[in-house]
């Protein structure tokens, strides 16, 4: 059993705990962060593909969230309210790091970077299978452009016309820079997996 | 309708459906619906991305030092207490250990001279690792009769308190030994060789805050 649902089990329910949390009760505050820290490190994970920064970016957006915790009045699910505060603080991040977070079209890519187009090649394709580990290596290999994109829409859950307000962008671009994302996560699967085809053992 | 052409609006194809003329193409061409395929499962088990790791228990150490240093935790009777968290490890990080068991063994004194309840003054100390190069000792060694000790200490000045550093000493002690044995696994390892003095540096931390609290 998880921290989580051990203090949930025994103790409170995520509105409670919000309702303690605003009175400054210590024990709010962790259940809440046991409830969704996976979720928030593993978008700050993702992101940054790296451990410390998504690390010192968890608990910064855990701090801003719980500071703010007193204005939190329902409207929206407090995991929505948490992550968008989350991506936000991410992506702050990102801007004071001067990554290219905008204007995408712009985005230069290299003969390397881009995905390849051989159209009259053969395509083997994957085989209706990927293994996650493999999938998270090649998301983390991203270009930060378009991991941003990808990490957005594809594994927060995010619509374009959102990810374009929060980051800045056209829909169009959003829209772009996804495409190109997917293109070149499955160019890199297929080389792993045949890579490992070739392995003897 | 030809490749070019289709993959050209593959991303329009994804968000806005496909129309007849798409429909036929794919129907036609092994190599677009297999792309098609692909692109669609990468975006399906990208979700399983979602939540698959899990931050250090320091990160949490951090935000409850920071709120209540802010004053957003208030103090409660009984409530929760954390060791500190120590981030990285340079240089002088090494003193922060050595000073809380400085802090810890002035407490003791002042413990041992009186200033408590003279029928409960055991000798209390937060074991260290003697080398950090050779954490077993520390591993074979239960902690248990020194973390008893200073559990009857804190409960003779606050019952109410004890349970939670008995909560806050087992999760210290279980940090300890998945430290060791991360550190005996690989003794090269450099960053495992401090993330046993990291652990060692939160139990002092708890020693330290345990007999604060139980002086007068």
């Not at chain 1, 890519?109 to 996650?132: F, M, N, Q, T, Y």
């Not at chain 2, 609006?9 to 968000?15: R, T």
């Not at chain 2, 007849?20 to 036609?28: F, G, M, N, R």
């Not at chain 2, 300890?176 to 060692?200: C, G, K, L, T, W």
């Amino acid at each position: 059993m998880t921290d989580a649902k051990k203090l949930q089990g025994d103790k409170l329910s995520e509105a409670d705990a919000i309702e303690r949390a605003k009175q400054g009760d210590a024990e709010a505050f962790q259940l809440l962060y046991s409830l969704h820290k996976r979720r928030v490190y593993s978008l700050c994970l993702r992101m940054t593909a790296n451990t410390a920064e998504a690390e010192d970016l968890t608990q910064e957006a855990f701090l801003q969230l719980f500071r703010k915790i007193a204005t939190f009045r329902g409207e929206s699910a407090f995991s929505t309210w948490l992550h968008r505060m989350a991506v936000n603080v991410v992506l702050m991040q990102l801007r004071k790091k001067s990554l290219p977070v905008v204007p995408l079209d712009e985005t230069l890519e290299s003969e390397e970077e881009a995905p390849k187009k051989e159209l009259g090649a053969p395509d083997p394709v994957l085989a209706g299978s990927i293994d996650r580990l493999r999938l998270q290596r090649a998301v983390d290999a991203l270009p930060p452009g378009y991991r941003r994109i990808f990490v957005l829409h594809d594994v927060e859950g995010y619509e374009h016309n959102e990810i374009a307000a929060m980051v800045g962008c056209s829909i169009g671009n959003s829209k772009s820079q996804l495409h190109k994302a997917r293109m070149k996560l499955r160019e890199s699967l297929k080389t792993s997996r045949a890579e490992k085809a070739t392995k003897p053992w | 309708m030809n490749c070019t052409e289709f993959q050209e609006i593959l991303p329009e194809v994804f968000e806005a459906g496909r129309t007849a003329e798409q429909a036929a193409h794919l129907k036609s061409c092994p190599r677009c619906s297999g792309l098609l395929a692909d692109l669609d499962l990468i975006a399906r088990e990208a979700r399983q991305l979602q939540e698959l790791a899990e931050p250090s228990p320091r990160v949490w150490n951090s935000i409850e030092i920071e709120l209540r240093r802010e004053g957003v935790i208030h103090e409660l009777p009984g409530g929760p207490v954390m060791a500190p968290r120590a981030r990285g490890w340079n240089l002088g990080a090494w003193l922060a250990p050595v000073a809380a068991l400085a802090l810890v063994a002035f407490a003791i004194g002042v413990y041992q001279r009186g200033w408590l309840s003279p029928q409960s003054a055991p000798q209390l100390t937060a074991t260290a690792p003697a080398q950090i190069s050779n954490p077993q000792p520390a591993k074979s060694q239960p902690a248990n009769n020194e973390d008893q000790q200073l559990l009857a200490a804190v409960a003779s000045r606050s019952p109410a308190m004890r349970a939670q550093y008995a909560s806050n000493l087992q999760n210290v002690n279980a940090y300890i030994r998945d430290a060791e044995e991360s550190a005996q696994a690989d003794p090269n390892d450099e960053e495992a060789q401090q993330i046993v003095m990291d652990a060692y540096e939160q139990r002092a931390a708890v020693y330290e805050m345990a007999l604060d609290r139980s002086l007068p």
